[in-house]
């Protein structure tokens, strides 16, 4: 290593950390995209359809604007992989009764039996990559990602 880097790091051991953070978040997005998007995990649902289909289940109806804001993409993006779901059964639209000029989109009984059987499929690798850890550590980890994820919501929203 250089002496600069060194001397750069000793004053900085905030920002070797927060390297060390970026470099690991690279590749765990890397292989847990090639893990858990594997064609036998995939299904009829791809990486964004599925994280849609999964918030709607997890917190009820929204609007296409609501999921486009806190995915951060644009409300035609967010409406084209909702029309994809609700072409697929998985999802309806309903009159919004708060607004008229908006609908709401729904999870349906098929859309949340299709959910449980690609969230088995998802879990069965992590399931086993994580069999030995201690449940405090899969506890601990799923807490600092869940707020890091609120997070970075929050900065999405800045």
Do not use: C
Request: net charge positive.
């Amino acid at each position: 290593m250089t002496e600069k880097l060194e001397t750069r790091q000793r004053l900085n051991p905030a920002g070797q950390t927060l390297s060390a953070m970026e470099r690991e978040l690279s590749v765990l997005v890397r292989r847990l995209g090639a893990l858990l998007w594997s064609k036998s995990a995939e299904g009829a649902l791809d990486r964004w359809t599925y994280a849609l289909l999964m918030r709607l289940a997890e917190e009820g109806p929204l609007r296409v604007g609501e999921m486009a804001r806190r995915f951060g993409i644009d409300k035609s993006t967010a409406s084209r992989h909702l029309g994809r779901l609700e072409s697929l059964g998985l999802i309806r639209a309903e009159a919004d009764p708060g607004d008229a000029r908006s609908v709401l989109f729904r999870v349906t009984e098929q859309g949340t039996e299709h959910l449980a059987a690609s969230r088995e499929a998802r879990l069965r690798p992590l399931r086993q990559v994580v069999a030995s850890w201690p449940e405090h550590d899969r506890s601990e980890l799923t807490r600092l990602l869940g707020q890091l994820n609120r997070e970075l919501d929050q900065y999405g929203d800045i």
